[in-house]
């Protein structure tokens, strides 16, 4: 059974920073790119950045670039994603992503 679990989020003042974490079991994490996505009420559910199989390559929406970074552990099976320079737009629920497989997300509200 697949299962991906992110857990991070919270409340942070503007300019702050917070670390996400996504556990996956249940599947061969190792051979698996990974992707984080986020969404606000409302909107659509936007790619934020995408890390491939061994962490050597990495993709990121302009709104966020240069000020997060994707990680990964294969030897804990988890993806990380570390957000600084927090804005009030990155208020959303972040998730993560492998395959066609979801977590339930995890909320991140940027607020002072």
């Known amino acids: 059974q697949v299962q991906l679990v992110e857990s991070g989020g919270g409340l942070v003042q503007p300019g702050g920073s917070l670390r996400l974490s996504c556990a996956a079991s249940g599947f061969a994490f190792r051979s698996s790119g990974m992707s984080w996505y986020r969404q606000a009420p409302g909107n659509e559910r936007e790619l934020v950045a995408v890390i491939n199989t061994f962490g050597s390559s990495t993709y990121y929406a302009d709104s966020v670039k240069g000020r997060f970074t994707i990680s990964r552990d294969n030897a804990k099976n988890t993806m990380y994603l570390q957000m600084n320079s927090l804005q009030h737009d990155d208020t959303c629920v972040y998730y993560c992503?492998?395959?066609?497989?979801w977590g339930q997300g995890t909320q991140v509200t940027v607020s002072s």
């Open positions: 992503s492998a395959w066609d497989f």
